[in-house]
C-alpha cells in the first residue's frame, strides 16, 4: 500500500502557506501606514483557497517513464489575486491604509495560521503514531 503525503495532508499545507503570505501582506500595509499614495493590499483568502483545493481533482500529468518525477509541492498557484483596499475615510496624503482594521486583521490571520498549523501538526502525529505501529 502505497502512502500519499499530499492526500495525507490534503488542503492544510497550501492553507498555511497562503496564511503565511497574507501575514507579509498586512504587516507591509502596517509598516506603510504613514507613508504617502501608499495603497493597501490584501486578498480574498477564502476564495483563494477554494480555488486551489478545486485544482486537487483535475487530471494528473501522465509520466511517459518511470524515474520522471512527480509535481509535487508546485506553490506557483499559491500567488493570490492582490486586491485594493477601499478606505473607509481617505486620507489627505493618498495613504489607504486604515491602522485599526489592518491590525484586526492581522491578529485574525495569525489566530487562524496558528490554528492550521496546529492541525497540520496533528495530522502529521496522527500519520507518526500510524508508522509506528506494526
Sequence with gaps: MSL???????ILPASVALQARRTELLASNLAN???PD???RDFNFRETLAGIEGRGSQL???RTQAN????????SELEPD??????????????????????????????HFQSSLEFLNRRISGIRAALRKE
Design 4 to 10: 500519499s503525503l499530499d492526500k495525507a495532508f490534503g
Design 33 to 35: 501606514a504613514d507613508t
Design 38 to 40: 501608499y495603497k493597501s
Design 60 to 62: 494528473e500529468l501522465n
Design 68 to 75: 520522471h518525477l512527480t509535481l509535487t509541492g508546485n506553490h
Design 82 to 111: 492582490l486586491l485594493y483596499r477601499t478606505p473607509a475615510q481617505p486620507s489627505l496624503d493618498g495613504n489607504t491604509v486604515d491602522p485599526q482594521l489592518e491590525r484586526a486583521a492581522f491578529a485574525e490571520n495569525a489566530l
